[in-house]
């Protein structure tokens, strides 16, 4: 069933507001911009409210858009109604027809196009191979595990072979364990069929396990695109750097830049910092916790007092006071590192390629 | 029933102040419920089947093989069949132009589809007469026609599709608006056009409820008496037959084994639906969708829902204005002179009537919603034995046409060792048993309010139990009591079929009286007495909520 001809999708400056009877239009989607390439895999994460889904919902044509542009390989789909677009959308509650079989629910959209029964036999039953749910096809959706459905809703879509997947959420009911074994699947799935795909999710660890780019959102605009190493370790804004994982956003002084390099200040210290867009003055020094040094105070660094620890199993999380300012770092439990008791003096490091530099106004 | 007892076992045995009132209430309750419930019904089949000398069932069988018993029972079934069809798909085209296509007006359209169910139904037949008689305004007034086609099955079809379409609607209501949106969302994503979603998603899922609707439909054509009495003409169907002959020819035995084959397919149509529904319900599959279902823009979609709500309405509306200007005219249809005469006669004639009406009503509607909570608290919440049967019977009256009822009552109570009849309590009776499946119902919903952490809650802050009752638990079950209590009065005061048997010179009823009005010929009277009753059933329906839930919505507000 592989999809030698993926299509692109380029979406251009969209906006999408609701009108509230009564009230003012709030807008959901503003001034949204994307690319994707033929055969990617894209992640739209943000917080719940930040207009993931209304996103999806327009590409998929269920709500009208205000202004925008919506191409599907350089052809416009934006006013196109759902059923015209060959977009695949596996909902997030998956949506499937509960008075139809599962065998039913999959060839639900080549009996619309009146296919023969011996494509719609093949076809289906190459589709629930895909989702490993073959044996299955007799079923009502009633009758199936959580995981189960999200499969089959899967395969009704990828049964129709479409130009794009979209996936609203589609791991968020199902339990820890079998989301990250779903995860897994579905991301060898969509390379093997190398069908361009938008999944959105508000699991910063599921948007970086699964996708080439991962585009942040927040308050209905697109806050930053890039391949998740890059998100992670060079994100635009202080909200990134929060969303995606724990960070310590310490203040501190750029006192010289050359070329991609810069130095800066903090807590008296100064570090030499790499691939560093900024200018000269106040600005925010982004360390992840993982990356501070926790030392015996004796050793040269940053004096601190440890104020917190929280044992998590396989990791250890100590606060540590310096000044007016708490630092978070993460060791892992490893039984012969020195470990550091509530009140101990320690001494903080960071190294400086592990630094990412922002303008001190940014949030 | 069913869904009480799914209640029961979550819940497990807790609940207020069981280990203090129940065991005294709960063999009260049951007795209550097999005197008012069981009795009179095994009371009305013993007259059927053992009569006079012969062996048991021979009248049975005598009233089942005469000619003209079958043409009544199969007029019936005819009546019934074309109501439940005709009225199912307008409730369904009706319900679907308010949920799901873009038109104005929406609020106006649902007033007036749901003022029948607010209406005694005879008020249709009266109306239609104004309108459409022998010397109805428009048959007569306007085309110069003195017909009698209104008489017979054309006119009782349209009766009563007026009459019960609305409670029809009223469900098919609720079904659009609870279908999950992503349901036809994600058949469009799959390729189909807005018809083929609706058709192959959307009316599949509504099957079960359109087969309800029918069977309820179907239920309501049969009980109705009010209007085959006024409409029937060549059409006889069972219970006016019931009505003529206990009433006219005093033949109670042949009566009761009439009320029998009225009873038989009525108690057939709510056990298929019972086993329909519990059948064909499809558990939502996975989580709910939140997304609504945008409406239908399509200009000739709109136009015709636009249509189809405004005739509707219209006929509605010309039925209430008719009625409205028949009571202050003094012969409708032949003398047209403006008059106060008969809301006045209605205010001294009638004043019995409309005050024992309200009284009535509104001590039944206390009574059984009270009744109600305790039965629903007894079964959702303890293990008493026999809690499933109590439950059971009670929601029997669902099952049983009001005339069957009302003869089952008169019955059971004209002699040793109750005799109730030519009393109130009769009357309350017979209320509270029709509506105390509703008020179980409420009863439910108002348990639903309540979860055993809160009464918990306020007592580890100090409260006495009675101060929990009063300050936590009431509040929250107000609304959903209230809405009980209104619903219950609403019923009782509308009903016709149930109280004929029972009403008596001391305590008159208001339907009873506008069907001797109109048999008299009082048609002004008639009228106006059916525009105070529809007057007072809005005044308590808009009243009741605003005089009693104030207090509580203020406070949580703040
Ligand atoms: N049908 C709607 N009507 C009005 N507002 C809506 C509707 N759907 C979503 N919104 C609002 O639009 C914003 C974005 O919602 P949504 O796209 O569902 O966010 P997400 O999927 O990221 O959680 C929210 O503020 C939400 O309240
Ligand atoms: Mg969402």
Request: aromatic share 8%.
């Amino acid at each position: 069933m592989s999809n030698r001809t993926a299509k692109s999708l380029r979406v251009q400056s969209l906006n999408k507001s609701y009108g509230i009877k009564g009230g003012p239009r709030i807008p959901a989607v503003i001034d949204f911009s994307l690319d994707v390439a033929p055969g990617e895999f894209v992640t739209l994460l943000g917080p719940s409210g930040c207009g993931k889904t209304t996103a999806l919902r327009v590409l998929a044509g269920l709500e009208d858009i205000d202004s925008g542009e919506v191409l599907l390989d350089g052809r416009s789909i934006a006013r196109l109604p759902p059923h015209r677009r060959r977009i695949g959308m596996v909902f997030q509650n998956y949506a499937l027809f509960p008075h139809m079989s599962v065998f039913e629910n999959v060839a639900y959209s080549l009996r619309l196009r009146r296919a023969a029964e011996v494509d719609v036999k093949r076809d289906v039953g190459d589709a629930l191979d895909v989702v490993g749910l073959a044996d299955f096809s007799n079923r009502l959706p009633g009758q199936l595990s959580g995981g189960q459905q999200q499969r089959v809703a899967v395969a009704r879509a990828l049964v129709m072979k479409p130009d794009l997947l979209l996936f609203d959420e589609p791991l968020s009911n199902l339990d820890a364990k079998l989301r990250v074994q779903v995860r897994s699947e579905l991301r060898r799935l969509q390379r093997a069929l190398g069908t361009t795909s938008l999944f959105v999710t508000h699991d910063q660890e599921e948007a970086m396990s699964l996708s080439d780019r991962i585009a942040v959102m927040r308050a209905g605009r697109v806050e930053q695109i890039g391949a998740p190493s890059e998100i992670y370790a060079r994100p635009a804004t202080l909200f990134v750097a929060g969303f995606i994982g724990k960070v310590n956003a310490l203040p501190g002084t750029v006192v010289s830049t050359n070329g991609g390099r810069a130095t800066a200040e903090c807590f008296g210290h100064r570090f030499d910092i790499s691939g560093a867009a900024v200018t000269r003055g106040d600005a925010l020094l982004l360390v992840r916790p993982e990356t501070v040094l926790l030392q015996p105070p004796e050793r040269t660094g940053i004096a601190g007092i440890v104020s917190e620890i929280e044992y998590l199993g396989d990791r250890t999380e100590y606060r540590v006071r310096v000044g007016e300012t708490t630092v978070a770092a993460v060791r892992p439990s490893l039984g012969q590192e020195a470990s550091f008791t509530e009140g101990a003096r320690v001494s903080l490091a960071f190294a400086g390629d592990s630094i990412h530099l922002l303008p001190a106004g940014s949030v | 029933m069913t869904h009480v007892e799914a209640n029961a076992a979550a819940a497990g045995e807790e609940g207020i102040g069981r280990n203090l009132v129940l065991p005294v209430l709960y063999p009260l309750l049951a007795l209550l419920i097999l005197v008012f419930v069981a009795y009179p019904m095994f009371v009305l089949f013993g007259r059927a089947v053992v009569e006079g000398s012969g062996p048991p069932f021979t009248l049975v069988w005598k009233v089942a093989a005469d000619p003209y018993n079958r043409k009544v029972f199969w007029n019936t079934l005819l009546l019934g069949a074309i109501v439940a069809v005709l009225g199912t798909l307008l409730a369904t085209a009706y319900a679907y132009a308010m949920t799901r296509v873009s038109i104005p007006g929406k609020k106006v359209w649902h007033f007036f589809a749901m003022l029948p169910t607010i209406s005694p139904p005879i008020l249709m037949a009266l109306g239609l007469i104004l309108l459409y008689g022998r010397r109805g305004i428009v048959t007569y007034g306007l085309f110069g026609i003195q017909t009698t086609g209104l008489y017979g099955l054309y006119g009782l079809v349209i009766a009563q599709l007026m009459s019960y379409f609305p409670f029809a609607y009223l469900l098919m209501l609720n079904l659009f608006r609870g279908l999950d949106a992503s349901m036809e969302e994600a058949a469009g994503t799959l390729g189909a056009n807005a018809w083929q979603a609706l058709r192959t998603v959307s009316l599949p899922l509504l099957l079960p409820g359109l087969a309800g609707s029918v069977l309820l439909l179907f239920g309501y054509s049969f009980a109705d008496l009010g209007n085959p009495m006024l409409l029937g003409g060549d059409f006889p169907v069972l219970s006016a037959q019931i009505y003529q002959t206990i009433i006219g020819m005093y033949d109670v035995p042949q009566g009761a084994a009439l009320a029998i084959f009225l009873l038989a397919p009525s108690v057939l149509m709510f056990v298929a639906h019972k086993r329909l529904s519990s059948r064909m319900s499809y558990a939502t599959v996975g989580a709910k969708g939140s997304s609504r279902l945008r409406l239908v823009m399509y200009l000739p979609a709109r136009i015709a829902a636009l249509v189809l709500v405004g005739i509707v309405t219209l006929a509605i509306c010309l039925q209430y204005a008719t009625i409205l200007a028949g009571a202050f005219t003094q012969l409708f249809g032949i003398n047209y002179t403006p008059t106060l005469r008969h809301v006045i006669a209605t205010f001294t004639k009638s004043r019995g009537a409309i005050l024992d009406t309200f009284a009535l009503g509104v001590i039944s509607a206390i009574v059984s919603v009270g009744l109600g909570l305790v039965i629903a608290h007894l079964v959702a919440r303890t293990r008493h034995f026999g809690r499933g049967l109590v439950d059971f019977v009670a929601n029997t009256p669902l099952a049983i046409p009001g005339t069957v009822i009302g003869l089952a009552f008169a019955l059971a109570f004209s002699g040793s060792p109750l005799l109730l009849t030519g009393t109130a309590a009769i009357i309350i009776v017979a209320f509270v048993v029709r509506a105390l499946p509703y008020g179980i119902r409420s009863g439910v919903a108002a348990l639903d309010q309540i979860h055993r952490s809160l009464d918990e809650a306020s007592m580890t802050m100090g409260a006495t139990s009675g101060q929990t009752l009063w300050r936590v638990l009431l509040p929250l079950v107000r609304p959903a009591l209230l809405a009980g209590m209104v619903f219950a009065f609403t019923r009782s005061v509308t009903t016709l079929s149930a109280v004929i048997f029972v009403v008596s010179p001391h305590w008159s009823l208001v339907t009873p009286t506008i069907l001797s009005q109109m048999d008299r010929g009082d048609v002004g009277e008639a009228a106006a007495l059916s525009v105070v009753v529809v007057l007072m059933v809005l005044a308590v329906i808009h009243g009741v909520p605003r005089l009693f839930d104030r207090d509580w919505r203020e406070v949580h507000q703040e």
